[in-house]
């Protein structure tokens, strides 16, 4: 590789997370500086969405070093997916990581997401063979694992969407007591989060999608098969693009020696989360799914939405949820 050349291109997307978007490009900043193989190769994209605070004018006073931070200052709120997009194109790195702007590197954390990509390169010949599925031969997206502000490990990802999954999550199938842990479900929390099965994991291994809070994308497999989609605003682009990935035969996994700490709803509200799952869900089945599927998928999602509705109009704390999915049964109808 000339020396010239970039390994690394990280983009962080920030709307009004100052002192969040400043520390994760510190976190990144510090652990450039510290290893020696991405010193002079890797390049920091900051895309702000418009903020009204102060993250820009902070961001412009961090002084130039070898590590190159560049600024994509938008006039308006262009959604996860499109800001990152700007940065695509504009980026040089072999490899390209979406970061958080609520996030804080661990140690080595860049550096083991790279090793995991190098330990696994030359295998694609296997990647199409039914006898290797389930084998990480051709890594497109490795994900860090995420960890909460405590040091605990936090759920993220899941199985792909299908009718059967999506119903499971959504009628709370996966939180039954003794056999929710069994059931494949679109996300991987409640008795689904296995934190044992995931501790014993000391290589990178496989999951169908993992979320776009700190992922690292080859370039290979990025030109191959396009951005992520920015039809997508917020939520459900990670899922859209890591069932992208596998329909071309690339592989999605998690690397259980790469730790990030994800402060997590920093950047956005849990009514844009809740509201953007769904919408998020109706326009992949719209992209990638069979049109006799919808009428099933909007009445798994109208019966999810009620059974919330119904259970936390029982909390009072839970008072706004209850408006949130009222408010989501029209998107669906």
Known sequence: MPENKILLSIIIVSYNT???????????RKQIKNTKKLQEKTEI????????????????????????LKIIQNKDNKGFAAANNQAIEQSKGEYILLLNSDTELKPKALLNLLNSFAQYQGQEST?????????????GIIAATLLNKDGSIQPQGGSFPNLFNLAIHMWFLDDLPTIGKFLPSTQHTGKRFNLKKILKHQEPYQQDWVGGTAMMIKRKMLEEIGDLDSNIFMYGEDVEYCLRAKKHHWDVAIDPQAQVTHFGSASSSSKNALLGEIKGYLYIWAKHKPAWQTPFLKFILLTGCWLRIIIFSFFPSHKEKVSIYKKALTLIS
Do not use: M, R, W, Y
Request: aromatic content about 2%; glycine content about 2%; hydrophobic content about 30%.
């Open 18 to 28: 100052c002192e969040l978007t400043l520390q994760a490009v510190h976190s990144c």
């Open 127 to 139: 990647a199409q063979l039914s006898s290797h599925e389930g084998k990480l031969d051709k890594p």
């Open 45 to 68: 994209f900051v895309v702000d969405n418009n903020s009204t605070d102060e993250t820009i004018s902070q961001l412009k006073k961090i002084k130039a070093d070898k590590t190159k």
